[in-house]
């Protein structure tokens, strides 16, 4: 998620369409896992958690499995960000595994944004001081492009073309009591104190 926005932001999303759009990835999972048997979904905090609950869920009825039968766990990246030194201090989130761990499983990372490929890069090295999945996916809700590392959402929700002007706000219903993605653009510092 980007910094908070000054202008008022236009919605490219709301909750229907988030609803559309993870049912569709839930399904693009499915085909490309081939049932899906072994997948468990860590979302990285806060807002990607949400996300990967709610696949877990569109996965389990999708192929007529018990609610919480889809394992679903979170992964704080918080000690593995290539910006600690830059950045204040940020309190820790919570790393959750799910019982059977990792080991030989298809992992599915989940995120709200997509943007410098920084966020994941630490997930990846994170999960690699976990375990050995057999596989790494990875499912966002928004990809809004500028990468700075070679890397590519598997399962994309929506392709959002932005400027490095533009912020992309997702709200959760779960943590901001709405879903809904927004667009805005980000707060720039007067010139010379203008």
Known sequence: MDAH???PARSV?????????????????VERAKGADDVVFLGIPTRGVHLAR???ARLEEITDRAPGEVPVGSLDITMYRDDLRLRPARALA???IPGDGIDGRLVVLVDDVL???????????????IGRPRAVQLAVLVDRGHRELPIRADYVGKNLPTSLR???KVQLTEEDGRDSVLLGLRET????GQ
């Open 5 to 7: 926005t000054s202008s």
């Open 13 to 29: 999303l709301e909750a229907p369409d988030i609803a559309r759009v993870l049912t569709r990835i839930a399904h693009e999972i």
């Open 54 to 56: 709610r696949l877990a």
């Open 94 to 96: 919570r790393t959750e």
């Open 115 to 129: 943007f410098s490929g920084r966020t994941i890069r630490a997930a990846l090295d994170a999960l690699g001081d």
């Open 166 to 168: 533009e912020t992309v």
């Open 189 to 192: 510092a007067p010139a010379d």
